[in-house]
């Protein structure tokens, strides 16, 4: 008996890289790895086991602009590539949105 091969959809090759890609697009989804990255280091700084000697309401304040400061110049740098596999998985939604279908 012969079975059929099995061949996967996806491929796990390289895909080309995402700066070919609209420049809006790239820009959007880099955004939004900025919000995970921010997200993520509010988290880690949550779970600190209590507060220290300086620790307040001015310090919090400090912290989370830091905490923003640091994700937004980490978004597409921090070598993650949530943004570029977010572009390329939403390139072709895009492309079909600039066609008008």
């Given at each position: ?68 400061a640091l994700a937004e ?15 390329r998985q939403l390139a ?10």
């Open positions: 008996m012969d079975l059929p091969l099995i061949r996967p959809q996806m491929s796990f090759r390289p895909e080309a890289p995402v700066s070919a890609t609209d420049p809006a697009l790239l820009q959007a989804a880099q955004g939004f790895e900025a919000i995970i990255l921010q997200q993520m280091l509010q988290t880690a700084r949550a779970a600190s086991l209590g507060d220290g000697l300086f620790e307040g309401t001015g310090s919090d304040t400090t912290n989370a602009m830091l905490d923003r110049s980490g978004a597409g740098r921090a070598g993650l590539g949530l943004a570029e596999t977010i572009a072709p939604l895009a492309a079909r949105a600039g066609q008008g279908g």
